[in-house]
């Protein structure tokens, strides 16, 4: 088996706890680019979010790919140029952004160009922290400021663990159907277009490229990987929850102790 694209997660899976990449991670993967493997990172984050990894790993040529917003995007590095792009519209944040409000639930759109915008004053701990972190600005509007034009990459509810529990328990049918919805992090539950996962944004991209399914290495710890887990050899971290664990194919080390890196030694290098 010869992997020519490595998918990786980045929270949790090529970064540390401190979001850092360790000197061991970044040489691993230079070294399995440098051998002319594709490093793609796939990631919930926006654009913003991701340029400072990808100057650290040297993925900055027009060759060089990124997934963002969890496979709403799909762009080259060099040029920006997007290759891929499944974004909701007007009409999908105004029923999440109602539903938000229905729910007393803090919700935020991300648009593609990396901007936040919320339009209630409390604004969330939780969509500072995602706007200080992946570098996003964000901006406060009351909901009817908000231009027709509007099409976010995607809509996220941003609060407690336990008021996410009590709203996505009681999600209507009509939502679940209609977009793709995953708990990303304890404090983040997430709709998307239904076209937008990671896994179906990997496979896209590898079919664009003349990559097979089967040369094809992913990498992940949450549950918005599960899509990207079950494409090509799936590596769960360490650190990943019981639903990743169980769905891939190998089982390394956390992010903390250089996980990702390991797999990569051991089924590319």
Not at 71 to 76: F, I, P, S
Not at 126 to 132: E, G, H, I, K, Q
Not at 214 to 238: P, R, V
Request: proline residues 4%; glycine residues 6%.
């Amino acid at each position: 088996m010869t992997i020519k694209l490595i998918a990786t997660d980045i929270d949790g899976t090529l970064v540390k706890d401190n979001k850092e990449i360790s000197e061991y991670t970044i040489n691993t993967l230079k070294k399995a680019h440098a051998n002319g493997v594709h490093i793609v990172l796939c990631t919930g984050r926006p654009v913003s979010g991701v340029q400072n990894y990808l100057t650290q790993l040297g993925l900055t040529s027009a060759n060089d790919y990124v997934i963002t917003y969890n496979g709403a995007q799909v762009q080259k590095v060099g040029n920006n140029e997007v290759l891929i792009s499944n974004t909701l519209d007007y009409t999908d944040f105004l029923t999440l952004d109602n539903l938000s409000h229905q729910l007393n639930i803090h919700g935020q759109a991300i648009l593609p160009s990396s901007d936040m915008y919320v339009t209630t004053p409390d604004i969330s701990y939780y969509s500072v922290l995602d706007s200080f972190y992946t570098k996003m600005p964000l901006h406060y509007r009351l909901q009817n400021e908000i231009p027709h034009t509007f099409k976010p990459a995607k809509y996220m509810w941003a609060d407690e663990p336990h008021i996410l529990q009590r709203a996505t328990t009681g999600l209507p049918p009509a939502i679940k159907n209609k977009y793709y919805t995953v708990r990303s992090e304890k404090w983040f539950f997430e709709f998307m277009h239904p076209d937008a996962t990671k896994g179906n944004a990997t496979l896209k991209l590898a079919k664009m490229l003349g990559i097979d399914v089967s040369e094809i290495l992913t990498a992940g710890d949450q549950e918005n990987d599960l899509t990207l887990i079950k494409t090509g050899l799936g590596i769960a971290m360490g650190n990943a929850i019981p639903k990743i664990k169980s769905s891939a194919q190998y089982i390394t080390d956390d992010n903390n102790h250089d996980g990702l890196a390991k797999a990569i030694e051991k089924f590319v290098l």
